[in-house]
Each structure stands twice: as structure tokens, then as C-alpha cells.
């Protein structure tokens, strides 16, 4: 998870412009070992949009007015374009992404974590993340930390219902002044 220096996911619009597209974003020692990825499905929109884009045209901006991606923008699209995802969702929605399946419960989530397999990334949201903390289906947090103060965004850790304990296992700081910390959930 992209976090700012004070606790926020995302602006109060939603927008994530503050992270930036360093190298140090993409942690690939852990990437690489992916399976599936789950993410709510108040992220899945965005988050389609923005790499299937890149993976249709990776020398192109995804807006008219951004930067074309970077190497790891890209190399990231590539593998979200094979990596099953399971998007949480209360309805039966359709997605249009041939690796997008929809889930409608944790339940569905505690199934696959017990399917042989790797690593399961949580990609997001706010929401889900305190909803699979809560419900213990996180083994360990991966935060980039990064050195901007948002002020008034949206909380990482704002709708958890209750304590969780974590042990530091590394923290780690990058070329960009981002600080890579990994938590295990005890």
C-alpha cells in the first residue's frame, strides 16, 4: 500500500497523484511472487482503466496531459494483465476484464487463501483493507511511506473496528525518500 507520511490512502476525491512514479513504487521482490490479486470494487474502475491503457498502448500517456509510462508502469501492466483478480463486490457485477472475477464476500476471500499457490496482493482500498485486517486475512502489511503530508485524505487505517498488534520485519529507506516498511500481523 502507497501511503503518505500522515496515514492517508488517497485524497478525500480519491485521487492517488501524490505517489508519483519512481521506481521505488513497485516493490518486485514481492511482486514477483503474486498469484491473484483483490481489491475492492470502489478501486476496480480505476484501476482496470488505468492498466489495461497501459498495456494497449505502453508509449502513450493515459491521459492526454501525463507522462508517457515508466518501465515499471509497464512492466506492472503486464502483470496485472495475467494475474487473476477478485474484485469485492455486494452485487454481481460485470467485468469486462478477462482476469476480473467477482467476489462477494470474505468468506470467498479465507477460500482463496487456502488454495495451494503464492502470494495473494491485497491492491486495495481503504475499505477493504481494514474489512480483511479486521476479519484476519492479512498476514502482513507492505507500506511505502511516502514523504508528502496530505492533510485531509483518506486514512488508510480509518474504518478498522478494532487493535491489531504488528511486528516490524523491515524498514527500509529508498532513493526517492520513500521508506518501505513491512509489518507482520500477529
Sequence with gaps: MQISLDGSAERP??????????????DWEFLDRIDACVLGS???PAYEHYWRTINA??????VPTGPVPTADEIRYAQLADRTPHYVLTGSRADLDWPVARAISDLDAVRRLRGEPGGEIYVAGGPTTVAGLLDAELIDELRLNVHP??????????GRIRREHRLQLTSA?????????LVYRVR
Design 13 to 26: 476525491s480519491g485521487a492517488t497523484d501524490w505517489i508519483g512514479t519512481s521506481p521505488d513504487t513497485f
Design 42 to 44: 470502489g478501486m476496480y
Design 57 to 62: 498502448n505502453p508509449n502513450r500517456p493515459v
Design 148 to 157: 508528502v503530508v496530505l492533510g485531509d485524505g483518506v486514512p488508510l487505517f
Design 172 to 180: 527500509t529507506p529508498l532513493e526517492s525518500g520513500v521508506v518501505r
